[in-house]
């Protein structure tokens, strides 16, 4: 593509599109009432299920317009089509939000080659196509958009299990940076949104309750919420967030700032921290 700048749209118009990839799961699909609640058209993707039906279903009877889009992420054909199939559908969408995520717990001795490019292949290679395809699209078109993807503080540190799930969330950060620069002088703007550990009863990713617990440990004493993550995702693909590219915003709880869980390290302060004189100190 031959980089041209495109202003910024319009305040966010009633009627825009908003194309959401694994709307099944907890936060896609409160990323689509989210948007639905705005007046957006929403096309939700995921795997064929009932769980799919049900949300656009749900949306429909609350007035949205809203369609749902099977689609297999893990099959680069359906990746690759799944802009255009949209377009098909509603017209080509405003807003795509790349929240499709697989993360089985496998540690690195048990992991094979089929589970760590499945992972790889959801998680990061259907987000890289999608939003080339959304890129070619909106820039046939001469109109500005906005990706957002969902990342995740696993990019950030390493868990037991969690190698290709980890390094799949990272990669998602880079390609986020990556298409910031190229898509940007077409008037793209692309972010992510970075939860921590969001209770969404995942029947395609489901976490015990010891881990949950282990994992909602944070400042603010709480696990998130899938409406946390989605006004963080519409607020990053509306106006407020024109000028803002390239950026990952953290939404965790404060997880990802420290740690509320450690004792203090010595109770007292000794001599030389306290100023003591060197003398009275060694003596």
């Not at 500005?144 to 799930?165: E, F, K, M, W």
């Amino acid at each position: 593509m031959t980089p041209r700048t495109v202003p910024p749209g319009p305040p966010r118009p009633p009627g825009r599109h908003v194309l959401v990839t694994g709307a099944s799961g907890g936060i896609g699909a409160a990323v689509c009432a989210a948007f639905a609640q705005e007046g957006c058209a929403v096309t939700a993707s995921d795997l064929p299920s009932g769980a799919l039906s049900a949300l656009v279903e749900r949306l429909a009877g609350a007035g949205a317009s809203a369609r749902a889009l099977a689609a297999d992420l893990a099959d680069p054909q359906a990746a690759g089509a799944l802009v255009d199939r949209a377009s098909e559908l509603a017209g080509p969408p405003d807003v795509l939000v790349n929240a499709a995520g697989i993360y089985p717990a496998t540690p690195l001795t048990e992991m094979t080659a089929d589970i760590w490019d499945r992972v790889m292949n959801v998680n990061v290679r259907a987000a890289m196509l999608t939003s080339a395809a959304f890129a070619r699209v909106l820039t046939a078109a001469g109109v500005a958009g906005n990706i957002v993807n969902i990342t995740s503080g696993a990019a950030l540190r390493a868990r037991y299990g969690a190698a290709h799930y980890s390094a799949s969330k990272a990669a998602l950060e880079m390609l986020t940076r990556s298409c910031a620069v190229e898509f940007g002088p077409h008037g793209i703007r692309v972010n992510a949104v970075s939860p921590g550990f969001v209770t969404v009863d995942s029947a395609v990713n489901p976490v015990t309750d010891a881990y949950a617990a282990a994992v909602s440990v944070n400042p603010l004493g709480r696990p998130g919420e899938p409406d946390d993550i989605a006004r963080a995702v519409r607020w990053v693909a509306g106006p407020e967030a024109s000028w803002m590219t390239g950026s990952v915003v953290r939404l965790d709880g404060g997880a990802s700032a420290g740690t509320t869980t450690l004792p203090r390290h010595w109770p007292e302060l000794s001599g030389t921290q306290a100023g003591t004189p060197h003398e009275e100190v060694t003596r």
